[in-house]
């Protein structure tokens, strides 16, 4: 059964501080997705991963993609009040059209 | 242009009664995904759909659930008799082309069975 497992399942880290959240998964796959989830809402994306060493970068955030080792990691830099949220990843299996997602990191950003 | 619209955002229902649940994806798009939310859980895939076709309901539990998404109308995932365990919040996608390409989330419906 194909398993995308996301550590850690919780952060809470202070402002300012760097920390990275690792997204490894059990199939072959080139494509890897990250969301971010606020209480109640809806899922927004933040990247699209669509091959090997690929890195993407926006504000704060970086995410990359190692499909040889399985792993995405997604990496905040100076953690702001804002990027408090739950972040997931979703790998796209090769011949599928479904996300498969990860279990989710609750982030939450003190002063 | 407006995002993937879903309705209701809350749904209460009975144990043993129908839930409905409707989703218009984004304009343009014509893939629409179901995925289920249980709490404190990510999201677990279901259903997935083009017009007038299922193409993949691995996801779906075999009894109870069906889905649609006809040539007009949006797409409705349809829960019969529920149970308590149904509830959850229940996301709608839509992606305007497979693979690779993002799919678009709705705000989803929260469905409670008492």
Sequence with gaps: ?111 | NAGVMQNPRHLVRRRGQEARLRCSPMKGHSHVYWYRQLPEEGLKFMVYLQKENIIDESGMPKERFSAEFPKEGPSILRIQQVVRGDSAAYFCASSPLVRGNIQYFGAGTRLSVL
């Design chain 1, 1 to 111: 059964e194909l398993k995308v497992e996301q550590n850690p399942l919780f952060l809470s880290m202070q402002e300012g501080k760097n920390y990275t959240i690792y997204c490894n998964y059990s199939t072959t796959s080139d494509r890897l997705y990250w969301y971010r989830q606020d209480p109640g809402k809806s899922l927004e994306s933040l990247f699209v991963l669509l091959s090997n060493g690929a890195v993407k970068q926006e504000g704060r955030l970086m995410a990359s993609l190692d499909t040889k080792a399985r792993l995405s990691t997604l990496h905040i830099t100076a953690a702001v009040h804002d990027l408090s949220a739950t972040y997931f990843c979703a790998v796209e299996p090769y011949n599928t059209d479904k996300l498969i997602f990860g279990t989710g990191t609750r982030l939450q950003v003190f002063p």
